[in-house]
């Protein structure tokens, strides 16, 4: 199994900054990509920010220019830096890895993992 362990959410002022952080860990032989999503009450869950295992992102276009992923390979984890914030940013952010499980002898198979989310709240 593996375990994904999201952390650095919270309440900022609109116009400030937070950092998430999603760490992975377990029976993990590598992973691709990993990315960040958000949801709010009734609403399905939205890609927010992804990237490959070679560094290659992706953002929806609603935070361009305003957040960045990064990830620490060696470290299994994703980033979430968050500039200039705004209200309708207040969602739960989940984070997403799909991770490569396996063996030499049985072969690998990518699974894909979430975290159990981080509440974002941005006030005007």
């Known amino acids: 199994q593996v375990q994904l362990v999201e952390s650095g959410g919270g309440l900022v002022q609109a116009g400030g900054s937070l950092r998430l952080s999603c760490a992975a860990s377990?029976?993990?032989?590598?992973?691709?990509?990993m990315g960040w999503y958000r949801q709010v009450p009734g609403k399905q869950r939205d890609l927010v920010a992804a990237?490959?295992?070679?560094?290659?992102?992706n953002y929806a276009d609603s935070v361009k220019g305003r957040f960045t992923i990064s990830r620490d390979n060696a470290k299994n984890t994703v980033y979430l830096q968050m500039n200039s914030l705004k209200p309708e940013d207040t969602a739960v952010y989940y984070c997403?890895?799909?991770?490569?499980?396996?063996?030499?002898?049985?072969?690998?198979?990518?699974?894909?993992?979430w975290g159990q989310g981080t509440q974002v709240t941005v006030s005007s």
């Open positions: 997403n890895a799909e991770v490569l499980q396996g063996s030499y002898y049985q072969g690998f198979t990518p699974y894909d993992y």
């Open positions: 377990g029976s993990i032989f590598s992973i691709n990509a």
């Open positions: 990237i490959t295992s070679g560094g290659r992102t």
